[in-house]
């Protein structure tokens, strides 16, 4: 036997009047009303209604039990509405873990229109190019670049991300500017290496383009630096050391205040897709929902995003 159903069953008898109005009030037979009522009485051990074929009163008892029902169903309907409100409203910590470049350039800068609509809400970034666990480790999204393999997970495309190949005007005024990708090999190549394990790894022998003509080029490469940070290879690149391939956001200010040189742009870098994650299990979260939304927002559709 349900107990909270057949207490619910109980006080809209007593207050219908009837069996039969109960059982209409709850869209339910008269003899299911009945079943649920004599159901309750065999547990309680005493009757809880005088029934006679004109009326029903209440039994002394019943009408002790009838209050403490109507109390308890208000405890419980007070209990729910408490959750709904929770549900409601975004609060608490957010954990998410996107990569170091994009979080830095891309994420950071936007998450004051988040935190606007969420103020209750503090968000835990953490960035890492470390391909992390989100269920084993208590983050509630990742923004991940690569190919992916995580059936546990909800994954939504967002804008690819996109790089660009430049250098600083003093190393071009020493060594020229190349024209096509096969001037690259007389070049210093500053070379970002990712962590094993990374999807999208660069080889530190080949830099690979798509040519105007819809072909593929790939170029051995080398140079005097490689380095696992894109900002310390964006240093790099100020400073005179090489080319190097940085996230189109990272550069931007560098390339609009001639900082920095944007090269061989009729020839197409490799894009790499980025997605959202999240567990489904954890979908219904106010705070979640609200940055998946604004995830999709900042970061969804268009042709690319650097990062």
């Not at 005088?50 to 419980?76: K, M, W």
């Not at 990708?181 to 070049?187: E, G, T």
């Not at 200010?253 to 894009?271: I, N, W």
Request: hydrophobic share 45%; with cysteine.
């Amino acid at each position: 036997m349900d107990l909270h159903q057949a207490m619910q069953v109980f006080v809209a008898v007593v207050d219908a009047g009837s069996l039969t109005a109960a059982g209409q009030r709850l869209e339910m037979s008269t003899t299911m009303v009945g079943n649920h009522l004599r159901a309750l009485e065999q547990r309680l051990g005493l009757p809880l209604l005088n029934r006679t074929t004109r009326r029903q009163s209440l039994t002394p008892f019943g009408a002790q039990y009838h209050a403490r029902c109507v109390d308890i169903l208000g405890q419980i309907d007070a209990a729910e509405r408490l959750a709904e409100d929770a549900q409601a409203s975004a609060g608490g910590t957010l954990r998410i873990t996107a990569t170091p470049a994009f979080g830095a350039e891309a994420l950071m800068p936007q998450l004051p229109d988040y935190l606007a609509l969420h103020p209750a809400v503090k968000v835990d970034v953490v960035l890492t190019d470390r391909l992390v666990d989100l269920v084993d480790e208590g983050f509630d999204a990742a923004l991940r670049l690569g190919t992916l393999d995580t059936p546990r997970l909800v994954a939504r495309r967002l804008r690819d991300y996109g790089l660009s190949l430049c250098a600083s005007p003093d190393y071009l005024a020493r060594r020229g500017e190349p024209r096509q990708p096969q001037d690259l090999a007389a070049h210093d190549c500053l070379v970002f290496t990712y962590p094993a394990g990374t999807e999208w790894r660069w080889t530190e022998q080949q830099w690979r383009f798509a040519a105007p003509d819809g072909g593929e080029v790939a170029v051995p490469v080398r140079g005097p630096v490689s380095v696992n940070h894109a900002q310390a290879l964006r240093r790099a690149a100020l400073a005179g050391l090489g080319l190097a391939m940085l996230p189109e956001v990272m550069v931007a200010d560098d390339v609009a205040q001639g900082r920095l040189q944007p090269l061989l742009q009729p020839y197409a870098l490799p894009r790499r897709p980025m997605h959202l994650l999240y567990a489904p299990e954890r979908q219904r979260s106010p705070k979640l929902q609200g940055f998946i939304a604004f995830a999709l927002k900042a970061f969804g559709g268009g042709v690319g995003v650097g990062g």
